[in-house]
């Protein structure tokens, strides 16, 4: 059960929908709304659709003001038909951290605040809160670690139960997380893109829903309150560069329908549209290497490898997608060393005090690349997204020690 607030039960007891219909990302095909769906009839992910027109005419951006936090406010703009199927584990509104030395050009969206410490909890609140309306009772994943632990939690709170495979190499703390919180999980002798075809495989068997990245409607849907959120704590102005740590890209595909659909509702103070950047390792970058070759899908990325585990996805089923968002904002896909990752880490850390994860960490290395390259100017408003808590990867060792019972030299422990 969702405990709700007197303030949210007024918001939600008010609840409407606006879906019109799916629709094949590739074809334009449509699917009728409210029915369980999977991939297009082309192998496509679908797309929510919805009607702007009498949204507008609903509500205005102002009646925002007077609702809870958090990423239900945008109800309107969000797929489910009913709040009595919400599933919530306190999703709250993430805040914009401002890098010290930048004269608040450079932000840092900080969604590690969200439950299961990643902004995974936004895409996995809604996919499930959509599984339970649909009737779904039995759901599966491929993951690199937080995706997994997300589906866990908030399966167990629906009450669905869950299944989950993971690369071997997963950090250990993701491994125990996921099944500390009930899903059934496996350790598999391969990348995502493995464990995905075992989740295919098995869909037969198991009756699971595949709840993979994009070849389920909904995960976009609340990935995408990262856009809708991000517009309005900027005054409905949106930055000038966005730069988004990318493996599958849901949340790059998803803040770009957010603006998209914002701009149709006349909501946004100007036309003006953020640069999005891809933010890949070098050691997997196949969304890099298409755009840079003009291409519009992405070639699977061998021998990938990255000490960013959230990004090292070898083939994404939205690359086309992510690709598109990328040429029509006037955007770019850059690649960065791990050695640039874990020392952007170490100088976020030591100099604002904000722990980022390695694929967040990865966005301001890349950062950092571009202004040394002339893709963005000092004087550009950049937003950087840290994905997840850095506290659930390896760190740095620190085994300095002292022995209370010896003579301590305190004048030489500040060298």
């Not at 039960?9 to 369980?36: D, I, K, M, R």
């Not at 009607?51 to 009646?63: I, K, P």
């Not at 890099?288 to 083939?315: C, M, N, Q, S, Y």
């Not at 006037?330 to 791990?338: K, L, T």
Request: contains cysteine.
């Amino acid at each position: 059960m969702t405990v709700l607030s007197n303030a949210d039960q007024t918001f939600t007891s008010q609840w409407q929908n606006f879906v019109t219909h799916l629709e094949c990302s590739q074809t334009g095909e449509t699917y009728p709304a409210h029915e369980l769906h999977g991939l297009s009839k082309t192998g496509k992910p679908l797309l929510v659709r919805y009607d702007l027109a009498a949204l507008g005419a609903a509500m205005a951006r102002e009646d925002l003001t007077t609702r809870p936090g958090g990423m239900w406010r945008y109800s309107e703009l969000l797929p489910l038909r009913s709040a009595e199927n919400l599933i919530s584990l306190g999703e709250i509104e993430t805040p914009l951290i401002e890098l010290g030395s930048n004269d608040g050009t450079v932000l840092v969206k900080d969604e590690s605040r969200l439950p299961t410490g990643s902004f995974k909890a936004r895409g996995l609140a809604m996919a499930v809160s959509m599984a339970k309306e649909l009737g779904v009772t039995r759901m599966a994943m491929p993951t690199n670690g937080n995706a997994g632990a997300a589906l866990a939690a908030y399966g167990q709170r629906a009450g669905i139960e869950t299944f989950v495979f993971c690369p071997d190499d997963t950090p250990e703390i993701n491994v125990r997380e996921i099944a500390l919180q009930g899903a059934q999980v496996w350790r598999v002798n391969g990348l995502i893109h493995h464990c995905g075809r075992l989740v295919g495989e098995g869909k037969t068997a198991m009756n699971w829903f595949d709840t993979s990245t994009l070849k389920e409607p909904y995960r976009i849907e609340g990935k995408k309150t990262m856009g809708l959120e991000l517009a309005e704590q900027l005054g409905w102005q949106l930055p000038d560069v966005i730069f988004y740590p990318t493996g599958g890209g849901t949340g790059l595909i998803g803040m770009w329908k957010a603006f998209a659909e914002l701009a149709e509702l006349g909501w946004l103070e100007n036309d003006k549209m953020p640069r999005m950047v891809a933010v890949q390792a070098t050691g997997c970058a196949p969304i890099v290497k298409a755009f840079d070759d003009g291409a519009t899908h992405a070639e699977e990325w061998l021998d990938a490898h990255t000490v960013a585990a959230g990004i090292r996805v070898p083939v994404a089923i939205g690359d086309f997608l992510i690709l598109a968002a990328l040429r029509e904002s006037g955007g770019f896909a850059i690649a960065v060393e791990d050695s640039d990752i874990q020392a952007a880490q170490r100088d976020v850390a030591h100099s604002d005090g904000l722990l980022m994860g390695p694929e967040g960490a990865a966005t301001y290395a890349a950062y950092v690349q571009a202004l040394d390259r002339g893709l963005v100017n000092r004087d550009d408003r950049a937003v950087l997204f840290n994905c997840g808590t850095a506290l659930k990867y390896p760190m740095p060792a620190a085994d300095r020690s002292l022995d209370r019972h010896g003579n301590i030299d305190f004048t030489k422990l500040g060298n």
